[in-house]
Each structure stands twice: as structure tokens, then as C-alpha cells.
């Protein structure tokens, strides 16, 4: 009797084993946790809301034929289409008009994908999937943790101006910068007495709510300056949030990521007092998992190749030219250069200052965000020698 008896708990538990293996009993700490962590979001994302990835999004859904492979690598390549995690919107990176997405993102992934990493196998060209769109800015890399009921993937990469380091969420990590050299801003209104970062002293600096990174800068960059953390929740009469903080006086001006900044203040009275100031500098990356260790190397190596393209050039200047920046008249010793074809800031600064090392006081002296927005016939002011 005792051997049947033992037997059939020996049974009962190797069943309730596999029950729980297959999934029949969940934390429910761990399958509520994404839902409702709080997150933390950074460029131009209001946050201390809950996450929605997985409460309003629908779940992606793939493109006829598609045929799912755990080697994402190969996947892109096998099915001639690469499935991208965007928030949207989150402009000039990405948005969509009438349901066509548009955006910087848009243009460098078409770039991107057109390299011969991923076009030298049964598709000539790789159709770029937009459709995965989420609403906060931590959702974009979170999403690349997330599979469908069968294990799969419902993404590729994650794509949004990305600044976290790797493992962040834990299994992501991120290529080299695809767009870099860009800064946090100074963002004034219009007669505002605050033109340079010198002025800040004793003045109100606002910055995004739920920016760390931001806050911690002008913490240490502006110590007598007193900290305001401002909402970019919707504001009555679908007024700018940086137009009510500054036109109601609230802040004497905002810091904020340059390329945000000018969809953000674009059709406002508004103005980069200062482009980019001292000691930031903004990589932007695109998110992987851990895994796909070949994915990322392809897409390092079509990354590097697009950077020295004429096209990723003109790409910078049609998203990242802004028209309501402040500049100032050369004064005695200065003078003026009319920037050529062929030219640029580093090649500008050896002949006119004797290095080109001095490139940098050019871009500051221009109030330039980065120094490849430069254009023909563009005047620029020379310092003093």
C-alpha cells in the first residue's frame, strides 16, 4: 500500500511540476511588474505615469509570409524586413501623417538597411516596419524583451534617439551613435535677458520632468541657478508647454535636447539662446538584445558607412536646422566667411585660425549645435585670431 501511496504522490508532483513549467502558475508580481513600474523617461516624454507598453499598445503584428527565427539577424535577412521599435510620436525623430511615418528615423533606417550588410542575401531591398509603436520612451528598448504567445520576437531593434546604457532594460544593448554631437540647449523667449549660460546665475531653469540626466547636468553646470521641473502635458489651447513656462514667466529658460528642441519650439516665439552648451553631448544609439551579438556588429558596420555618406549629411540639415537661433553681429577683429562647397568647420578653422583644432570656437562663436550644419553660402563670423 505504501508503494502505491508513493507512487501516486510521486505522480501528483511530477505533474504539478510540469504545470508549472508550461506556465499554469505565475508570479503575479512579475507578470504585473511591466505593466505597472513607473517609468523614467528622458527626451521630451512627460513621466511618473505608468508604463503602457503593454496595457495601451496592441500587440505588433507581423507582415504576411513572415516566418519568425530566433537569430534576428537572419530573420531580417530571410524575410526582407526589419521590424522597429518607435515611439510615437516623438518628433523630428519619428511621427506619422495620415498614418505614413515620416521623421528623421524613417530616412536613416532606409539608409541603413540599404547597405550591402543587409541587401547581399535573397532580398535586394529590406522593408522597414514603423508599425510597433509605443507611448513612452522607456517602452521603445522595453519592447525588445517582449515575445508573442508562441516565444517570438515582436520586434527587431529599437530606433528613438535612444540614451541608455547597455543592459538597460536588462538583455538590450545599443550600437554606436548613429546621431551625436548635439547638446543640451538654452531655450529663451522672445527680449529675454538670458542669452548666454553666464546669465543663469540666480535666474529659474526649467527642465523636463523626469529627465535625470538633464537635471543632474544644470545641477553642476548652473549651482546658483534654482531647478524647476516642468510637465510637457498637454496644455489648454494646445499651447507649447515650453510657450506657457516661459511666456508666463514661471522659468527664465529651459534646457532641453537640442534635437527635440526644434520640432518642440518650431511655430513659437521661442529661441536657442544657446545650441549647445559646455560640456554636454548627446549619443543617440539603436537598441539590440544581448544576443543578436551579429546583428549588432552588421548594423556597426552599416551605421559607420552611413555616417560618411553625402546623404546622412543632408539628413542632419533637413531635420536639425533650426531658424530661430540667436546670433550676434561681428564685432572689431572679427570677421566674416562665406562658407564654399567642400567646406567644413574643421578645414574652415585651419585656414582662417591656423588649426583646425579651433573649430570649436567657430561653432561656438555661430552658435552652431553641431558642427556639420553648416550650408553654402552661409556667412560665418571668424573670431579674433
Known sequence: MKKILGS????????????????????????????????????????????????????????????????????????????????????????????????????????????????????????????????????????????????????????????????????????????????????????????SASDLAGKTVGVLQGDPDVKAYVQKAFPNSKIVELSDASIEGQRSWMSHFLDEHQVDAIVYDYPFGVSEIKGTDLTFAVTKLDGSNLAYKIGVRKEDSALLIYLNSAIAKVKQSPAYLDLLRKYFISDQVLTTAATGGEKTYVVRSGDTLNAIAASQLGSGARFVEVQKRNNLPNPNLILIGQHLIIPVR
Open 8 to 195: 501516486v504522490l510521486f505522480l501528483i508532483l511530477l505533474a504539478a511540476g510540469w504545470y508549472i513549467h508550461e506556465g499554469g502558475l505565475k508570479n503575479p508580481l512579475n507578470s504585473s511588474q511591466s505593466a505597472d513600474k513607473d517609468t523614467v523617461a528622458v527626451n521630451g516624454v512627460d513621466t511618473g505615469n505608468p508604463s503602457s507598453a503593454d496595457v495601451r499598445t496592441p500587440a505588433p503584428s507581423n507582415p504576411d509570409g513572415f516566418v519568425p527565427n530566433k537569430d534576428t539577424l537572419k530573420s531580417i535577412l530571410s524575410n526582407g524586413v526589419v521590424r522597429v521599435s518607435v515611439e510615437n510620436p516623438s518628433r523630428p525623430f519619428y511621427s506619422e501623417d495620415n498614418g505614413k511615418p515620416q521623421g528623421f528615423n524613417v530616412d536613416f533606417a532606409n539608409l541603413l538597411f540599404a547597405q550591402k550588410e543587409f541587401t547581399s542575401g535573397d532580398h535586394p531591398t529590406i522593408a522597414v516596419d514603423t508599425h510597433h509603436g509605443v507611448d513612452t520612451y522607456p517602452a521603445v528598448p522595453d519592447q525588445l524583451t517582449k515575445t508573442d504567445k508562441q516565444g517570438n520576437a515582436v520586434v527587431d531593434v529599437a530606433m528613438d534617439g535612444l540614451t541608455f546604457p547597455d543592459n538597460t532594460p536588462s538583455g538590450v544593448v545599443y550600437s554606436i551613435p548613429y546621431v551625436e554631437d548635439f547638446g543640451y540647449s538654452l531655450i529663451v523667449a522672445k527680449g529675454s535677458p538670458v542669452r
